[in-house]
């Protein structure tokens, strides 16, 4: 059994560091085989897509290799975030995890969710917003102007968190613009900026290593702009109960909190782990969820 990771679109400079970590990790090539470690008898193959986020990327390497234990071939696709919700919804891939509700891919939801199956949240208490350094005296969304920051520094265009900052910058009259990149290089952003005690101010969402690892906070959000009780939910595509009936229990059974996926970023991002590599650590010490995951009612 093997999980093979595949990027189905060309990616900017600014994603190299990303593509390292999320689509070279674990030492294989696209396809390449990989002794699994789980169930001897093997079953059919799923395909999961997920977006270039640091979030994803623990998520993903997790439930592939749950799957892998139940004896699935997983094959793990990078994507931009329109392409994840349309290729379930066309039936292209078998599901995602990553699907960040009820605002931040609200567009997306409205136009592909009646297409698919939503199995309900995998993980909630997640938010997103706008984040600045505890050093600067920012407290509040409406401080966020040009006399203090250069830009906003965001992730992806197109991600949901970049089109609530461009509603915030028009509900608060911001005369500031958000600079969009990808969550690799805004990480590194936010590190450069806070080695200096330099202003900047980024798209932010929990979970995610950086608020572990950096002294940062949530600004203030007066608008509403922003939700603060968000949830992600598991998304598949219409038939697969039919086609993978334990795949399915396996995907609807998913459920974590925040400080486990956390647990697997950290790895990845302070202890240099290989995500796979992470995951697997973060498996072998939870057991007894996994193992709750794993149980389905399809006879052997």
Request: a negative charge; proline letters at 3%.
């Amino acid at each position: 059994m093997h999980f093979s990771i595949k990027c189905k679109w060309i990616l900017p400079l600014s994603l190299s560091a990303l593509v390292i970590s999320a689509c070279g990790n674990g030492g294989q090539e696209d396809g390449q085989a990989e002794e699994g470690q789980g169930a001897e008898d093997e079953n059919g193959e799923i395909e999961l897509t997920y977006v270039a986020w640091e979030s994803e990327v623990a998520s993903n390497n997790v439930i592939a290799l749950v799957l892998e234990e139940a004896g699935y071939d997983v094959n793990l696709n990078q994507v931009e975030q329109a392409i994840m919700w349309q290729s379930v919804a066309q039936g292209d891939a078998d599901g995602f995890v990553a699907g960040w509700l009820p605002s931040d891919m609200a567009t997306d939801y409205e136009r592909y969710g009646d297409e698919m199956i939503d199995l309900g949240p995998n993980l909630e208490g997640n938010r997103t917003g706008l984040a600045v350094p505890d050093y600067m005296d920012v407290t509040s969304i409406e401080e966020v102007h040009s006399d203090n920051f250069d830009e906003i520094t965001g992730i992806d265009a197109g991600a949901g968190v970049v089109d609530s900052t461009e509603q915030a910058i028009e509900a608060y009259d911001l005369d500031i613009s958000v600079q969009t990149s990808s969550d690799a290089a805004m990480t590194a952003a936010l590190g450069n900026a806070m080695e200096n005690e330099e202003p900047i101010v980024v798209t932010a969402w929990e979970p995610h290593w950086k608020f572990n690892t950096y002294d940062i906070r949530f600004l203030e959000d007066p608008e509403g702009i922003y939700e603060e009780e968000e949830e992600i939910r598991t998304m598949v595509r219409e038939g697969l109960e039919e086609d993978e009936p334990e795949a399915y229990q396996i995907l609807d059974n998913f459920y974590w909190e925040t400080d486990d996926m956390n647990e697997v970023m950290l790895d990845i991002a302070e202890n240099e782990m290989e995500p796979r590599d992470a995951a697997q650590a973060w498996i072998d010490d939870n057991r007894d969820m996994v193992d709750e995951w794993l149980d389905t009612d399809i006879q052997e």
